[in-house]
């Protein structure tokens, strides 16, 4: 999930899941861990690693014990993440984590031999808590990781360690990413075994050239001092990046000649083929509305394209229709053939390519899949999400892996957000469900019927109080937008009520889903219904609802533009409802929620008379290069510029008309405080009166530190009723 959305949902509940994330995840993003047979799964259940078996919820095998997971004469190892290797012999165990950007990858590694019961440490000798990434090789022998920005393999039987790169260093990154790599496409893991456990397939960024914003830390010592965060703004170069296929036994590097400047160009997906002498590697344009499928053969480092793909607008990477995960390929027909997602007939769809480059539809008509869920081979099956009737709601569909009309298997009384993780067999699902009123179930399943096997029945929810209602509502430009709303308790239509507007607006995210959660605010202390707030959010185009091809990318060079006036458009159609207080209407959003709730005040001060905007980017040609050039183009010139500027909440903040108050912390590496510096400078040459919170080192999330979270919500809920006080009228 992109971290600018991530936050800027409902403050609560993101909060919550901001720390669970910090806490849990690990080098390798936390799945589940299915046994061969695919019937049974592990999970890290009270300090154990334990086997449950999705046909039988009672039974419970403990694979590791508490005692085995502890080392001799020190505390029992806290784990947090785990794989099995392919023979089933050996657990890799990630522990002692650190955090590194947004996620825990760093950390130490150890290996337990489930015959000989022995429990081992890797990277011996090795800083603590300094590993990142280790993987076993296929053949079980050997361990690979990264450890200070190089490469290291370890014998696993007899404990020796072999470093394979020299150059690393914190500007020149060898088997991981730079902050933006991560940030945006979602890279963080930066190598790759190879089928045959004889070589290691790696990313090197190059972030020699790239600038180091320094952030100001005023707190932690008596005398400030300076934080460096490499971050290339819109406009600058991003790092050069390049892919070296490194001998495990001669520590010799190939580099692979990929066509085209490395500077110019992203690598975000790189994988081996199902040859030992092959690599398949995904390069986009720096403007990211060119993708290049390249193969690389390992011996020569000789690299050709085999298909390409344009885009008036940008594609998007598998990070974005894949849970934020850009690892792996979609191999069919034992490597002769692979799948990938397109929108280039207007919808997002399955094509199957062969090595030659031919491509074939295999999902056709007029829907979007949300998500590619699992690929059947043996019973000729692709599984996806999809909602092809409601745009806030997911489905699990299949079709045949030679293509043809997509069946729906979720059963149609459950209406809502599903989700599945389907195991590797393809005749059992983890099946979880939530929508508007009901809160998250979950239950065992049998493909492809959808039976149930074990866990809670799904049953909806019906006698919910004060639910949240869906509504449409169409501009008269003729946009069609889905909306929630929440109304107060009692509801009185004779009354006139406040309405508070919840917004994010970007193409990192909706905010109108059919799924638990949404309609709650958890920046607000209390019930906002129980005061007699309405509270409302509109999904406007531009946000990734899965409406089409046209829909998602027509915000293209328009970010501050075409959102902005949608949602004040879709809030001039609902100042019209009867009873709607015109003169009390207040919105509110973080991070890009935040950029939009400036915007409106400042582009639209008739219709938003109180805003609260949190971490906001005030001027775009602040934020990073690959974001922000994904959705504005690359600013080469003053024109180019120019659409950055007309987006930016900054150009327009002499319009403040309204109430607002700006919050930001003076540590966010994310949206830098000069975006807060910038807006304040402006607002003072206007004279325009405003109310600051600023919140000193805390970062994008601003939770940070004893009672901060208690104070901001207070804030905020103060702020609200002063400035548009609550109740029917």
Known sequence: MNYKFYRSTPALVCFLLLVFCTITASAQRQKTHWATD????????????????????????????????????????????????????????????????????KGDYWIYDITAKTLTQLGKGRPASSLMFAKLSPDGTKAAYVSEHNLFTEDLGTGAIKQLTFDGSTKLINGTFDWAYEEEFGCRDGFRWSPDSRALAYWQIDASKIKNYLMLNTTDSIYPFVVPVEYPVAGENPSSCKIGVVDVNTAKTTWMNIPGDPIQHYIPRMEWTTDPNELIVEQENRAQNESHIIVANVSNGTAHIIHQETDKAWIDGKERWNGGDPMGWEWIDKGKAFLWLSEKDGWRHIYKIDRDGKETLLTKGNYDVITLSLIDEANGVLYFMASPDNATQKYLYKISINGGKAERVTPVDEQGTNGYEISPNGKIALHNFSNIYTAPLSEVISLPNHAHVSGKIIKLNTTAKNKPEFFKVKTADGVEMD?????????????????????????????????????????????????????????????????????????????????????????????????????????????????????????HPEIYKTGIAIAAVGWQLTYDNIYQERYMGVPIDSASRQVFINGSPITYAKNLRGNLLYVHGTGDDNVHYKNAEMLINELVKYNRQFQLMSYPNRTHGIFEGPGTTEHLRTLYTQYLKEHCPPGGR
């Open 38 to 105: 695919g019937y049974q799964y592990y999970r890290n259940m009270g300090g154990s690693i334990v086997e449950l078996d999705t046909r039988d919820s009672a039974k419970k095998t403990v694979i590791l014990s508490a005692e085995a997971l502890t080392p001799p004469g020190q505390k029992q190892l806290s784990v947090s993440n785990f794989v099995f290797s392919e023979d089933g012999k050996k657990v890799l165990i990630f522990t002692n984590t650190k955090r590194v950007w947004r996620y825990n990858t």
């Open 483 to 603: 909306g929630w709303m929440v109304k107060p308790t009692n509801f009185d239509p004779t009354k006139k009520y406040p309405v508070v507007f919840y917004v994010y607006s970007e193409p990192a995210g909706a905010t109108v889903t059919d799924s638990y959660g949404t309609g709650r605010n958890g920046e607000y202390v209390g019930n906002m219904a129980d005061d007699g707030y309405i509270y409302i959010s509109l999904d406007n185009r531009g946000t990734p609802a899965p409406k089409g091809r046209e829909w998602r990318k027509s915000i293209y060079k328009n970010v501050g533009i075409v959102n902005i006036e949608d949602q004040a458009m879709g809030a001039r159609e609902i100042l019209k409802w009867p009873y709607v207080d015109s003169s009390r209407v207040a919105v509110w959003g973080w991070s890009g929620g935040g950029s939009c709730t400036l915007n409106l005040m400042f582009q």
